[in-house]
């Protein structure tokens, strides 16, 4: 078989993608600096300003400030008066970075992102040796991130386009049923559904226990630790008794033993009840995964639902790990009868209805 010509054009094509792909990769390094420090709401709250201005109002660094906010106007975040070195935050460009509790908000995934990326050599060991790298090898701010980031969809979606495409299980929560949360992390999705639902009782489990400690301070913050409790235990193993719901929000992919996780729902299902998994959406086969947004998920779960899965000697399924396929396969296979996929499933969350 003769050596396929070289394309000079393509090879030319690819460079250009590889230097855009680094410029992204700094831009969002920027990026989460800004939501760390508030630099971007402190430009929004106050208006254009020089970097001398910007590191007052900020009390940070004038230099670093400089740097900063050239960086991202080469990067097109930021618009600068030449004649006054004045840089404008567009309003266009507030929403995703400044709006804490609106639809488009970044900054959790900025956080998320940042800190993932922090455990580099234990990754590198992994691909090497085998292996993850372990929930506790990460810095705290990770999960503050990971919060910060799901609470997103649970403050714009849960209660405003989840629930109500899921009639029965809505009207189970409103007449009253005992809930749990398997997975429950820092216990916003419950939290949430326990203020909408008063006349149901709630329980979150996680398996880390600093997730946990976390939920239940969120909980005593609210007001609410007498109706919401969270406690310390693997979704794989015997939970304190049966529910009438259970859910699970973007956490079975991560699981290291996902099938036993929902065999194990199934089995602390009261007659009647209902298991309402949340899944990130990927596609059946693995090579129709692909852009921009196949990128971001496969490079978040090499950095931690993948690896973290695979320290605890798991199955590693990833965040692509649970198609619409995988998912009907293994509610077949862990005793579930009936998935009924949920109207409102788009480009990266899915839900379903898993019934016995």
Not at 52 to 73: D, K, P
Not at 91 to 114: C, K, N, R, T
Not at 183 to 211: H, R, Y
Not at 228 to 243: K, W
Request: net charge negative; glycine share 10%; with cysteine.
């Amino acid at each position: 078989m003769g050596t396929a010509a070289f394309d000079k054009d393509k090879a030319k094509r690819f460079m250009g993608k590889f230097q855009q792909d680094l410029a992204a990769a700094m831009s969002t390094r920027m990026c989460a600096i800004g939501d760390r420090l508030g630099l971007f709401k402190t430009l929004a709250a106050h208006g254009p300003a020089t970097s001398a201005e910007l590191a007052e109002r900020a009390g940070i660094n004038e230099r670093y400030a400089r740097e900063w906010l050239q960086g991202l106007t080469a990067a097109g975040y930021f618009e600068v008066d030449p004649e006054t070195m004045r840089y404008t935050l567009p309003p266009e460009h507030s929403m995703p970075l400044v709006e804490e509790d609106g639809p488009l908000f970044q900054g959790g995934i900025l956080e998320l992102m940042a800190h993932s990326m922090t455990p580099f050599e234990e990754l590198v060991d992994a691909f090497q040796n085998g292996g993850g790298v372990a929930q506790s090898s990460f810095h705290p701010n990770l999960y503050h991130g990971m919060c910060r980031s799901s609470g997103v969809r649970y403050k714009n979606l849960l209660l405003q386009e989840w629930i109500p495409a899921m009639p029965t299980v809505k009207a189970m929560l409103e007449k009253g049923v005992s809930v749990a949360d398997v997975g429950c992390g820092n216990g916003v999705a419950l939290l949430k559904l326990a203020e909408a639902f008063p006349n149901s009782t709630f329980v979150g489990f996680d398996a880390f226990a600093p997730q946990v400690e976390g939920a239940n301070s969120r909980a005593r913050e609210a007001g609410m630790a007498e109706r919401v409790q969270f406690a310390v235990a693997d979704g794989a193993e015997q939970l304190p008794t049966r529910y009438d719901v259970i859910f699970t929000f973007d956490v079975i992919h991560d699981m290291p033993r996902p099938r036993e996780a929902m065999r194990n729902i199934r089995a602390h299902l009261n007659p009647g009840g209902v298991y309402v998994l949340q899944e990130i959406t990927s596609e059946d086969e693995t090579h129709a995964n692909v852009g921009p947004m196949a990128t971001l998920k496969y490079g978040m779960s090499l950095h931690y639902c993948m690896t973290t899965s695979l320290a605890n000697q798991g199955e590693g399924l990833g965040t692509c790990g649970m198609p619409e396929k995988t998912v009907r396969s293994m509610a077949k296979e862990t005793g579930f009868s009936k998935v009924v996929k949920a109207p409102c499933c788009n480009d990266f969350i899915s839900l379903y209805e898993l019934w016995p």
